[in-house]
């Protein structure tokens, strides 16, 4: 993933710990034991007992001795299963090619079904997730390795509707969660006093967890006070512990998130980059090219691109970018819906590296009319100004029906009338601490200011309604809004629909016309301008040999 973050110590209290567990966590920190060794002392007579936070597992390894590679756990998605996979460092890492999803009933070791993956992402050193199928009900999805017929064991499995699912560790030494499920109100701060954050390895024993108070709360981000155990004790100890929050009075939420990432306490004075930009996608590699390209000549500095499940082997053309010198890297996000905490999560990587952070989609282009640059806007600002909001112009198909050739800057260019919303540029280091935020803009922090962005001088290029193939991908299982495929008849109103479309999944027969009111050709003008080939009339996302031309350069 390209986050190694470096762990210092910091220093905060531990909050309610239980006698026994206190011994325990000494007998741990004290002697550097590994979760696996902790659990060997532990089980026979001797009490408390650390075991399989869910079920215990039926399920034996079909021959031979435990494999290297184990099933940490398994999350369930409407409409498909994440099964996480533990690897020594020194074991290679499976191919979609090596494994299979099997299911199996209730302490059975013989697959009902065994299916292919979706596919399989390799890019942690010692983790691997596996998309497979949705489990039928009433079975339990695991892994076959097809090389000897071994079947890994099956470990919890957690349902998405409830869950603590990343977390890391802030400069201040406190603990950020994101969770799934809380339901709290959308865009405000909730009473902190009304939650708990607990640490530990097994929620469903109360002696065998650490409570911490939560400082802020709001959306599906907890801010908590990390106990002092947690952050000054042995890496192989604190890669194994897990946090997660729960209301006063109720259950533990279940958890997959360990904070086990850490923030530099230490930021540096200055800033690498001047500009960067998260976004977050899912199978948009076809066009990455063109929005990097784009984004570079106009003063883009460094892409933190957030991947939401893509299929379509965008890590390769990540790669090839980041070796033409575009200061680009990915960053794996599985958790469907989630574009808000993904946009708070970024705002915290990018805080110590970048003085402002763009939050725009990979079919969104920034436009001056002015003929300005984005320096220019950013250098002209005075004051406490830390969030610049942008209007957006939705674009229609423009009358095409197949993807246009030339990218989509030169196909699109029939728009709506009114602006549609707006995107914000922002100073992470001026985010109200709750990182609170409606994916087009943040809550500041008391005393710094928002501008409104005049459309003659900057404005957002949105190519939100493309030709048909490509929209039926995009609008299926979007990041953005709170259904799981927009062909199914829930949340029928809400904005994030498409208008005049409802749930059909049919073309309908005046689609290339549609959204069409104003033609705008400005950007369509100015890109011509600025990259075609004198000779060839060709731009640079055509032409792969072409980009490194114009690549930025690392700082």
Known sequence: MGMKDRRKRGGLYVVALNRAFCCLLVLVFSFGFSFSTLRLLLRGNSRPRLISFGQTPALKVISGDSPAVSVRETVTFPDQTLIFLKFPQTTPLFTKDDINCVYLSPNSSQPQLNLQPFSINGEYPDLQIV????????????IVIKSNGRLLPIEPTYSWDSLAYEALIDRDNSTIVFTKG???RGGRAADPSRFECVYGWDFTKSKL????EVISIGQEVVRCKTPLSILSGPQSVKSSIKVSVRR????VMSSVARPNRRLDPDPPAQKQHKICVCTMLRNQAQFLREWV????RIGIQRWFIYDNNSDDDISSLIESLDNENFNISRHLWPWIKTQEAGFAHCALRARDSC???GFIDVDEFLHFPSGLSLHDVIGNLTGNVAELRVSCHSFGPSGLKQVPAKGVTQGYTCRMAAPERHKSIVRPEALNSTLINLVHHFHLASGFEVVNMGRHVLVINHYKYPVWEVFKEKFYRRVATYVADWQEDENVGSKDRTPGLGTRPVEPPDWPTRFCEVVDTG??????????DPKTQMLPWQKKENVRLIGTRRG
């Open 355 to 357: 003085e402002w952070v």
């Open 523 to 532: 950007l369509r003008d100015r890109v011509v301008k600025m990259f075609s």
């Open 182 to 184: 809380l339901n709290l």
């Open 248 to 251: 006063i009075g109720r259950p």
């Open 209 to 212: 967890f650490l409570r911490s």
């Open 131 to 142: 998309w497979c199928p949705i489990q039928p009900r009433g079975l339990t999805a695991s």
């Open 293 to 296: 390209v784009y984004h570079a």
